[in-house]
């Protein structure tokens, strides 16, 4: 056996490509050649052929069946640490928020609600604001339509400018190309290549080669279908690839900065437009601690206008001030105007 194991493997896969029967074919055609130009079958002792073939067949199964484990074993591990650190920043954020929320909630006479509350909550809100819109008496309908029809036309004319030449996103909130599929949350990228000449898929006939703002992936030995810098960085500890349905590869990129929608997937790839990107809507028990806070503080400050009272920064200022007067008697403030 040469010293490169992989010396003859372009030849090889040459030689594989043509037969449309997969290996089944291969081995037939193989086979036969050793019995029509060799005398690989009556050389030898009675039953040495089938020997040497057994031979080397336990041998490089062996060997596959190791590699493949040892793929198995370390992907595992991968997950089982992608998996801990999520699980740690998660519960760091959580009990970072709760520690802000308490504060904040001390300081602004804030109560936290639950998940019912907060529903019955938004339920409130809604009537208010139906009841309130069914209330109010339209003057000069005529001329509010003609101008609520003006400032619309203005924005979807500016709207249409500034997405001249993008590509509308597809439903997973990315883009549809001839060689491959992404999708996108605000917190990863997925990416599908599919693969269908070269079905079924081996890992190790594969190139995925992910690095923190370049994307390498194809066949060894063939042209790759992506060669490209990403349009943003991403996090290589929390990224992996794998074969799915054994026809397509599947790479999963996590995002470094979260807060934003990739308008590309590589520098070379044609813009969609991030403005038309439909996020699904969350309910207040799926937001992290940090945001349900901050969406429940506005909640309650909407409420308190609608019931014409302060919100939580108004009753912040009115009880610093009152404080202030408590602690100064000797100081008149009977002519002066708070807002």
Known sequence: MPADPEIFDSMLMGLAQQHEGGVQDLLDTIFSFLARKTDFYSGGDPGFAKKMILEKFNKHEAIALGVEKKKKLDQEEVDRKRKARIEKERLDVEAEAAATAAKENQQSGVVELTDEEAAKLEEELELEAKKKAGNQTVTHAGDGDKEESES?????????????????????????????????????????VPLVKYYPLKSNALVVDLKKRHLKVGVKNEAPVIDSELSHEIKLEESSWVIEDRKTILITM???????????????????????????????????????????????????????????????????????????????????KFN
């Open 254 to 336: 996590e995002k470094i900065n979260k807060m934003e929608w990739w308008n590309r997937l590589i520098l070379s790839d044609p813009e969609i437009a991030t403005r038309k990107i439909n996020p699904e809507p969350s309910k207040l028990s799926d937001l992290d601690g940090e945001t349900r806070s901050m969406v429940e503080k506005m909640m309650y400050d909407q409420r308190q206008k609608e019931m014409g009272k302060p919100t939580s920064e108004e009753q912040k200022k009115q009880d610093m001030m009152k404080k202030f007067m408590e602690s100064h008697p000797e100081m008149d403030f009977s002519n002066c």
């Open 152 to 192: 619309k036309a203005d924005a979807e004319d500016e709207e249409d400018k500034d997405d001249k030449g993008k590509i509308k996103p597809n439903a997973g909130n990315g883009c549809d190309l001839p060689n491959y599929r992404w999708t996108q949350t605000l917190s990863e990228i997925e990416l599908r």
